[in-house]
């Protein structure tokens, strides 16, 4: 773990809000010079402080107005492996995210479907169809706010 002074902090809340942001752009915004601002950036990517760049898409925009998280109980452990399930889930354009859980569930995802008739759809023919699948719960997102994380 790499120690983080406040500069670090500021920058690194910066480049969450903006992963496009010159070194000078960021040395300006965080009262830096452009090398020392460089410095501090590479310094931290190369701790792995990011681990990529990611475009932010608007859903909504491109007409997928649902989002639902979905617990997934697998029936069978013993005869379909994490792997199958992971593998096939995964291939399933809707699914967003698919985070192997401790609980109540043993897979949490969040798929995204243009309205409930198509989430019916995507549920039916295939994530119900996918190896192993046993009991489903699904949670419909109603809104998202977007609250600080540790570094915030």
């Known amino acids: 773990m790499i120690d983080l002074d406040d500069t670090d902090r500021a920058m690194i809340r910066a480049v969450a809000a903006d992963a496009l942001l010159s070194a000078g752009a960021l040395g300006r915004q965080l009262g830096l010079s452009q090398p020392a601002a460089w410095r501090r950036l590479k310094r931290l990517k190369d701790a792995g402080i990011f681990r990529g760049q990611r ?3 608007d859903r909504e925009a491109l007409g997928f107005s649902v989002t639902v998280f979905l617990g997934v ?3 069978t452990k013993g005869r379909v492996s994490l792997e199958d399930f992971e593998r096939a889930v995964t291939a399933i354009p809707e699914v967003q995210t698919v985070e192997h859980v401790l609980g109540a ?3 949490r995802l969040r798929v995204v479907a243009r309205d409930i008739a198509d989430f019916e759809r995507v549920l039916r023919r295939r994530i119900m169809t996918l190896p192993g699948v046993g009991n489903i719960d699904a949670n419909v997102l109603l809104s998202e706010e977007r609250l600080p994380g540790p570094i915030g």
Request: aromatic share 22%.
């Open 105 to 107: 569930y043993d897979y």
């Open 73 to 75: 109980k697998l029936a």
């Open 55 to 57: 475009l932010d898409l």
